[in-house]
């Protein structure tokens, strides 16, 4: 196996391996042999494979079990320690075998550091939990610190440092200038949290371990908080596998685990802090209201992004004007997603509507140019040219179009506007209609457009370029703050930043403004 700046570690336990390998077949043979109920996922794939930390096993069992009624599939779950597992992912990487489809870690950096390595892909925070010394329910006089376990000579047991809560404690302990000792008086190591959890309730010589406060809670057993732990705190997450074949049906189950009214309702009676993540539907949807200038270079982004999430969302393409229009008149509510024609659309929401969107997301920009015949006859190089007698100009509409307001501004700029105005023949709905005149050849000598919406026209036409002040869009995208599908919304603006995104926005002349996600 190929070294990884990563390292999980190497140790698998080969006897909880084969215990686990016995489960996972009866529980495939048991699923088997049901009657069949509706599929889902791609290509009528009805089961999956988890791996998942050892701590969670109980309340992912739960939820798995929930998730196969409500959905008609069918979960088989592997269990381990956080390392071990991210080292399996590799390995069936290197194997070129697609195994697993969700990755649950004990500790996001184990998501983080998975991801890195291309292991997986989307990923979800649903649970919380921190370190403690976890002791027998009828123990006296629990220690108060670190100090004073050492102070006691307690038998303690560890967890592997493979293992999400056995590397949690060794870097508070090493923080706190205890781990080498309490290391060395240690009683065992262990490389679960739920065998380490089971030695203390049930051998009589081990006073207590270092684990999981929702796995000691779990087991009964009483739970000592030391100050050298408070730091501890670990989100648990759910992670697609960049491997998996079925990676619409992987994300059903992580927003399912992360849906408060499913998983998060689990993972509380369970004794974890659940992290509410969106409302659950099998099928959610999402409205983007989307300057209509990006269509071309979003459509496919967004079509992918659908199909991969089995979601439905709904675009209205304008020019920004109308869209704040609407937006600001109520009749179709606040769309989930805002992508602009130009910021500044989005600061006027902001503004008059009490900020309803949430932090934007830069994403790309492009300049209003001067469209004109090839050779340009008319010998246009500024925007005061466009006041020459007879001159026949096509803008966009200033109340309807970002590209027309920011284009009208420009020629106000100049000074000459009551000069230039009765030269401007026709204001149009979009760019797309002016460009069509332009070909056409017939009503129009001069088109301001967007740049990004003429590359195709590039040898056909001459572009001369505005002056920067005046002349770039800057497009950006925001969440609603009420919408029922924040992480939906977020995975789909992280997918419009992405590096294929990007390269679908400088094929159509854009500029790219924000950095590959």
């Not at 246009?380 to 001159?391: D, M, N, P, Q, V």
């Amino acid at each position: 196996m190929s070294e990884s700046p990563h390292q999980y570690g190497r140790r698998s336990g080969n006897g909880l391996w084969l215990l686990v390998a016995t489960a996972a077949v009866v529980v495939l043979l048991v699923f088997l042999i049901r009657d069949d109920g509706p599929q889902t996922g791609q290509g009528g794939d009805r089961e999956m494979l988890v791996y998942c930390a050892a701590g969670v096993k109980k309340a992912v069992e739960e939820i798995a079990g929930k998730f196969e009624q409500d959905v008609g599939v069918s979960v088989a779950l592997e269990y381990a320690s956080s390392g071990v597992l991210a080292n399996k992912l590799k390995t069936d990487r290197e194997s070129g075998i697609d195994r697993a489809d969700v990755y649950i870690p004990a500790d996001y950096l184990y998501t983080e550091r998975a991801a890195a390595d291309g292991l997986t892909a989307e990923s979800m925070k649903v649970a919380s939990w921190k370190v403690v010394l976890a002791m027998k329910p009828d123990s006296p006089a629990p220690p108060a610190d670190a100090d004073e376990v050492l102070q006691k000579k307690l038998s303690i047991v560890l967890c592997d440092p493979l293992a999400g809560v056995g590397r949690k404690t060794k870097k508070m302990l090493e923080q706190s200038g205890h781990w080498a000792a309490i290391d060395e008086a240690k009683a065992a190591t262990f490389p679960t949290v739920t065998e380490a959890a089971l030695a203390v309730k049930e051998n009589a010589g081990t006073d207590g371990a270092f684990i999981w406060d929702s796995v000691a809670r779990q087991f009964g057993l009483k739970v000592v908080e030391l100050p050298e732990l408070e730091a501890s705190k670990a989100d648990i997450s759910v992670a697609v596998t960049s491997s998996t074949s079925r990676p619409t049906l992987a994300l059903q189950f992580s927003r399912y685990l992360a849906a408060p009214t499913k998983g998060g309702g689990v993972f509380a009676t369970h004794k974890y802090q659940p992290i509410a993540g969106d409302a659950w539907a099998l099928k959610p949807s999402l409205r983007l209201d989307c300057g209509g200038v990006n269509r071309e270079a979003v459509e496919k982004t967004i079509n992918e992004f659908r199909e991969r999430e089995g979601c439905e969302i709904d675009i209205v393409y304008a020019g920004c004007g109308t869209l704040v229009g609407k937006m600001q008149t109520g009749d179709q509510g606040l769309p989930d997603l805002f992508m602009t024609c130009d910021a500044s659309y989005l600061d006027m929401v902001q503004q008059k509507m009490g900020n309803p969107f949430g932090p934007d997301m830069r994403l790309s920009s492009t300049r209003i140019i001067m469209l004109v015949a090839k050779g340009n006859p008319y010998g246009i190089e500024s925007l005061e040219h466009l006041a020459k007698r007879g001159l026949r100009v096509g803008t966009t509409d200033p109340q309807a179009s970002t590209l027309g307001a920011m284009s009208h501004h420009a020629i106000r700029e100049t000074g000459q506007f009551d000069t230039i105005e009765p030269n401007i023949v026709m204001m149009a709905d979009t760019a797309h209609t002016l460009v069509q005149t332009m070909e056409a050849g017939q009503q129009l000598d001069v088109a301001m457009v967007y740049e990004a919406n003429v590359q195709h026209l590039e040898g056909q036409f001459d572009f001369v370029p505005l002056q920067p002040k005046y002349a770039i869009a800057v497009q950006n995208v925001a969440a609603n703050k009420t919408t029922p599908y924040p992480r939906l919304a977020k995975r789909l603006m992280i997918r419009l930043a992405s590096a294929t995104s990007r390269h679908r926005f400088e094929q159509l002349g854009f500029q790219w403004e924000a950095g590959d996600e």
